[in-house]
């Protein structure tokens, strides 16, 4: 059958397509992936790091224990540190687990399960570079090792890869064996704070084993 004048061939569409960047992505997609409105955007940050711990540490056969601090900081962001004792993340695989949205390994399929849209702790990473242009710090220890490893680490919009701003080996502060501790500079509001304990608190009634701690600028409780 003749192609009339408007039907297009598959070449003429595929020369109209072109591939766009992860933060064009994010940007056309932050209501989708949790980070629409600032009050939301520090519930999801919360939300993925725990979910992310809580996955680690069970898939290492470890009893969870999860702290989340939020501070206020001088310049009005925010700062979420989450803190578990899981499994801990090796040197190498840090920046790709921090600094690449959508990275999966088999090292401990730090990826999480519960997660509602799956894309991880680096969309929270992504977020928060985004709106205030810091880097996320990571600590982190195996327990074959004796120190710990330090990163900052941003995410290379264009490409999709980690973006490493800093490295070295630290002292692990924390009472535990192995873990890892993440910070994230957020330009979020506390408008949600009632579903951000709404969020601790029932985390902590499906998942009885675990012990999660919330320290925030009002108020702090453990579960």
């Given at each position: ?31 989708m992936l949790g ?174 084993h675990a012990t ?8 702090s409780f453990t579960?």
């Amino acid at each position: 059958m003749a192609r009339t004048r408007s039907q297009r061939t598959a070449e003429e569409l595929a020369s109209e397509k072109r591939s766009i960047s992860v933060s064009e992505f994010f940007e056309q997609n932050r209501q989708m992936l949790g980070f629409g409105s600032r009050a939301r955007a520090m519930v999801t940050a919360v939300k993925e790091g725990v979910d992310n711990s809580i996955d680690a540490t069970e898939e290492a056969g470890i009893l969870p224990h999860i702290t989340v601090t939020i501070e206020e900081t001088v310049d009005e962001y925010y700062k979420l540190t989450i803190t578990d004792n899981g499994p801990g993340i090796t040197k190498d695989q840090i920046p790709k687990v921090f600094g690449k949205l959508l990275y999966g390994s088999r090292f401990s399929k730090r990826v999480q399960r519960r997660g509602q849209q799956g894309i991880g702790i680096s969309a929270a990473v992504m977020y928060g570079q985004q709106t205030t242009g810091k880097p996320a710090e990571v600590t982190s220890k195996t327990e074959s090792s004796p120190n710990a490893e330090f990163f900052k680490v941003g995410i290379d919009t264009d490409e999709n890869e980690p973006e490493i701003r800093d490295t070295k080996t630290v002292d692990w502060s924390h009472d535990f064996d192995s873990g890892t501790t993440i910070t994230i500079y957020l330009d979020a509001s506390f408008r949600s704070r009632s579903n951000l304990h709404q969020y601790i608190k029932h985390t902590a009634i499906v998942n009885p084993h675990a012990t999660i701690e919330l320290n925030e600028p009002k108020t702090s409780f453990t579960l």
